[in-house]
T-cell receptor, first 117, second 109 residues
Framework: GAVVSQHPSRVICKSGTSVKIECRSL??????MFWYRQFPKQSLMLMAT?????????EQGVEKDKFLINHASLTLSTLTVTSAHPEDSSFYIC?????????????FGNGTRLTVT | GQNIDQPTEMTATEGAIVQINCTYQ??????LFWYQQHAGEAPTFLSY??LDGLEEKGRFSSFLSRSKGYSYLLLKELQMKDSASYLC??????????WGAGTKLIIKP
């Protein structure tokens, strides 16, 4: 089955530093990947749609200069949280669809638990 | 606006049956997904419905009524490992996924 690998699974960083999260599709090519954030006891919140070879599409309220997304290849997208603050502490999850249609199920990475101290 | 409603929390007994409902109002409809999410983990795909009716997959079944904007996930022969959150998500006219807040299912022995 389609596998999405996300790394790291947990990261603790100091306020003001930057953190990079990688998302890889291991056995399929993903022209589009999605980045979500989930706060405790809340639903998934789509942050941005990452498109291979072009700029990411950010959801309203998400700062593109703070959450840098790079999708340089068909199997890798990265999310960099720049100048992290404690309020950025959250569970970040990437996903991709292995199918060509927009109604194909998403396959999720295992998520990254970010804690900013 | 677009909206997905599902109960916040449900409790059921091991071995029993539970039905988790989901109602939606979206701009267009291109299918409804159910995902399971254990605490601290990423969601995993359970089912997809785009036509009316019941889709059965082992102990799990999912039902859709497009005219009513309604779906349910039915879990049979509940096991302790089924304790998780169950997320309902609808693909709208632009194939954007609209997510429900999830239903936390607690299984008691």
């Amino acid at each position: 089955g389609a596998v999405v690998s996300q790394h790291p699974s947990r990261v603790i960083c100091k306020s003001g530093t930057s953190v990079k999260i990688e998302c890889r599709s291991l056995d399929f090519q993903a022209t589009t990947m999605f980045w979500y954030r989930q706060f405790p006891k809340q639903s998934l919140m789509l942050m941005a749609t990452s498109n291979e070879g072009s700029k990411a599409t950010y959801e309203q309220g998400v700062e593109k200069d703070k959450f840098l997304i790079n999708h340089a290849s068909l199997t890798l997208s990265t999310l960099t949280v720049t100048s992290a603050h404690p309020e950025d502490s959250s569970f970040y999850i990437c996903s991709a669809s292995s199918g060509g249609g927009g109604n194909s199920p998403l396959h999720f990475g295992n998520g990254t638990r970010l804690t900013v101290t | 606006g677009q909206n997905i409603d599902q109960p916040t929390e449900m409790t059921a007994t091991e071995g029993a049956i539970v039905q988790i409902n989901c109602t939606y109002q979206t701009s267009g409809f291109n299918g409804l997904f159910w995902y399971q999410q254990h605490a601290g983990e990423a969601p995993t795909f359970l089912s997809y419905n785009v036509l009316d009716g019941l889709e059965e997959k082992g102990r799990f079944s999912s039902f859709l009524s497009r005219s009513k904007g309604y779906s349910y996930l039915l879990l049979k022969e509940l096991q302790m490992k089924d304790s998780a959150s169950y997320l309902c998500a609808v693909s709208d006219s632009n194939y954007q996924l609209i997510w429900g807040a999830g239903t936390k299912l607690i299984i008691k022995p």
